[in-house]
């Protein structure tokens, strides 16, 4: 089995940037498998509604630790806890105890969802993940070019893939294969378009 990684090539404060840098990386390689995935982190009533409005076909999730106790400890439940943006209540009495949800729009084609995201993911933690992306083949750096790992990630309001929330950093990555040479190609990615690998990797 073999297992990805990210590499760090572009940090900036300003979102539009980000995204303008990470679309320069997909014009590198090969789109026709390619899939976008967005998620955002929602810690209000009125950003629940917010990314409702904009994102109309997006699912909805809870993280809340007391709701999931709560439900996991009432055996009618039903074990549910992702929504559709059409079935979530827009009560906020309904919503606060859901708090904080997640929102996601899963493997959508690339180029209908990013924009509309990018402007409204404000001060929130989010990413934009690029993915099935086939990077051409370097054998001079030790790639041949594969799809399972390839890929780009844009994480918002963070200075690395997960961890360490910063409002304001916006953090892009290149995503490949994890193999000895996977720095080397992934310096080679960022160097076409006029950046480098700014950071350790995140596996």
Known sequence: ?????????????????ALATAR????LGALEYAQVTVDVELCTVAEVLELRRVLPDAWFRTENEEF?????????????YDWHAAELSEDADGLIPLL???ASMVDQSIGCVEDAFAA??????G???WDQVIWPAVPERGYDGRVDHDGVTLVF??????ADRQIGTHTVCVDVQ???DSQSYAAWLAEQIGQAVIGPPYA
């Open 68 to 80: 999931w106790a709560r439900e996991f400890n009432n055996a009618q439940a039903g074990f549910r």
């Open 120 to 125: 409204l993911v404000g001060a929130r933690y």
């Open 1 to 17: 089995m073999s297992n990805g990684v990210s590499y760090p090539v572009f940090r900036t404060s300003d979102p539009a940037a």
């Open 127 to 129: 990413s934009i993940r």
């Open 157 to 162: 309001n963070c200075d690395n893939a997960g």
């Open 24 to 27: 320069q990386l997909l014009a």
């Open 100 to 102: 904080p949800l997640w």
């Open 178 to 180: 994890q193999t000895g």
